[in-house]
Each structure stands twice: as structure tokens, then as C-alpha cells.
């Protein structure tokens, strides 16, 4: 199974939106209402941010926005601020309890 | 609050194997599977397996089928991952994680390096 693709990179200058977008195919994200947002700063555990293609669990801010729409699901960060500088991981149920990661996009705060 | 400890960083031979332990505390271990996450230097994460602490089912991702096993011990609400035939590109920091549903994956562990190198 691939990874799902991201873009390598996505940049934004604090209080702009960007989106992220996590392409896969009709046997995964096409299929599956299970897709995770994870955000990674290097060195730390990642930390879930949307699942279920767009819950938001407790705790985690409102800027933080999931959608899907056919074989690609988007991650969307509103207001951004210095500190969502990380790296961003989707992830994805294929079939048969087996899941696959995003190849994951920088997000730089300019 | 759910929390997960993972053993130490760990330096190995090639052709090694290696266990890294994923230890429980704050809720019901055996209500949760755990799932097995790597990431290599410079790369991204890469899904590895789940184990079903109360059933012992599990699932591994094709590559590592055979190379790696995942146990747990009830009795410490600590999840194992083996994996044999350590080559260099096994180099990475390894995961667990607690999968609240399917792929929610919270909290993670703090993460183990494992270095292999001669």
C-alpha cells in the first residue's frame, strides 16, 4: 500500500488559512469516513488533530478544520500562529484493519 | 489521563533483534488496541500494526509481516514490539499508540530511537 500523497511543503503568514490536502484512492479515503489529522514537532510524539474525517476531539483548537471530498480529504488551519509550525501527517483506514500514513507537509509560518 | 512510557533508546548490530516495551497507565489497557508507528530519519510515519489486547488479535502492515511481533502482558498493561533481522534501515524512532477508534490514534508514546549500526 502507498502512502497517501501531501504536499511537502505548505507556508502562511500568521492569521492566514491554509489547507493540506491528502490524496489517496477510492480504497481508502474514497471508501472510508476514517481519516486522522496528526501534527508532529520533531522530537515530540505526534498529537491527533481531527478524526474521523472532521471531528475535532476535546482539547484540540477550533482553527484546526477537517473535510473529504472524494478520493482526497484537506486539512484546513485558520488564523495561523507561530506555534503550528510542525510537520502534517493524514492517515487513513485501507480494508482489512490496515491503515497507511500521508507522506506529510512542513507547514512554515512565515 | 491515558498515558504511554516506552523503554529506552537502543543501539544494535545488524542482523539483531530488538523489543521495545509500551507501558499503560490511566485507563482500562485491554479496552484499546494499541497500534505500532516508525519514522526514519528524514522520512514520515510509517504504520507497522496493531495488537487487540483483549482478544490478542493482531495485524501487521505487509513489509514487516514476519519480521516483527507484537505481544502485550495484561498484567502490566504493557504492549511489546520484536522485530528481527535488524538492518539499517530499521533506524528510526518507533511509536505506540493507543487507538481510541479507528486510526484516532491518542496518546502517543514518547517515542524510542532504535540505532542500528556496526
Known amino acids: 500500500q502507498s502512502a497517501l500523497t501531501q504536499p511537502a511543503s505548505v507556508s502562511g503568514s500568521p492569521g492566514q488559512s491554509i489547507t493540506i490536502s491528502c490524496t489517496g484512492t477510492?480504497?481508502?479515503?474514497?471508501?472510508?469516513?476514517?481519516v486522522s489529522w496528526y501534527q508532529h514537532h520533531p522530537g515530540k510524539a505526534p498529537k491527533v488533530l481531527i478524526s474521523e474525517v472532521s471531528y475535532r476531539p476535546s482539547g484540540v483548537s477550533n482553527r484546526f478544520s477537517g473535510s473529504k471530498s472524494g478520493n482526497t480529504a484537506s486539512l484546513t488551519i485558520s488564523g495561523l500562529q507561530p506555534e503550528d509550525e510542525a510537520d502534517y501527517y493524514c492517515?487513513?483506514?485501507?480494508?482489512?484493519?490496515?491503515?497507511?500514513f500521508g507522506t506529510g507537509t512542513k507547514v512554515t509560518v512565515l | 489521563q491515558a498515558r504511554l512510557v516506552q523503554s529506552g533508546a537502543e543501539v544494535k548490530n545488524p542482523g539483531a533483534s530488538l523489543k521495545v516495551s509500551c507501558k499503560a497507565s490511566g485507563y482500562t489497557f485491554s479496552d484499546y488496541d494499541i497500534q505500532w508507528v516508525r519514522q526514519a530519519p528524514g522520512g514520515g510515519l510509517e504504520w507497522m500494526g496493531w495488537?487487540?489486547?483483549?482478544?490478542?488479535?493482531?495485524n501487521y502492515a505487509q513489509k514487516f509481516e514476519g519480521r516483527v511481533t507484537l505481544t502485550w502482558d495484561t498484567s502490566t498493561s504493557t504492549a511489546y514490539m520484536e522485530m528481527t533481522s535488524l538492518r539499517s534501515t530499521d533506524t528510526a524512532v518507533y511509536y505506540c499508540?493507543?487507538?481510541?477508534?479507528?486510526?484516532?490514534?491518542?496518546?502517543w508514546g514518547q517515542g524510542t530511537l532504535v540505532t542500528v549500526s556496526s
Open positions: 492517515s487513513s483506514y485501507i480494508r482489512f484493519s490496515t491503515y497507511v
Open positions: 495488537i487487540n489486547p483483549k482478544h490478542g488479535g493482531t
Open positions: 477510492s480504497s481508502d479515503i474514497g471508501t472510508y469516513n476514517y
Open positions: 499508540a493507543r487507538d481510541r477508534s479507528v486510526v484516532w490514534l491518542d496518546p
